[in-house]
């Protein structure tokens, strides 16, 4: 166990996937509870290989002032079909509290 007031980072990784498992409601609660005791997040970090708007959606909820770091699919595959590689594509963003 930990003391959620000791909490400082908060990182979804796979978010997509984490909607795709059904645990939107679990994430919202778990934010609820953070708030009403007071935890102070410095940071949160978000990540997924797709930003749909389920994505979107949960970093609007999830993060203050998000900055997106993201990967453009359709250059980079032009880039890499080029150079005789596979291009994926991926998306993250964080914000500071």
């Not at 778990?30 to 708007?53: P, R, Y």
């Not at 999830?62 to 590689?85: H, I, R």
Request: hydrophobic share 40%.
């Amino acid at each position: 166990s930990f003391h959620v007031a000791a909490l400082r980072y908060v990182v979804y990784d796979e978010a997509d996937r984490i909607l795709d498992m059904g645990f939107q409601k679990d994430i919202t609660f778990l934010l609820e509870h953070l708030k009403q005791k007071g935890t102070k997040v410095k940071k949160s970090i978000l990540a997924s290989a797709t930003l749909d708007m389920r994505v979107q959606r949960l970093a609007h909820v999830t993060l203050k002032d998000p900055v997106l770091v993201g990967y453009d699919q359709q250059n980079a595959s032009a880039e890499a079909t080029e150079e005789g590689k596979e291009g994926e594509g991926t998306a993250a963003a964080e914000s500071s509290a």
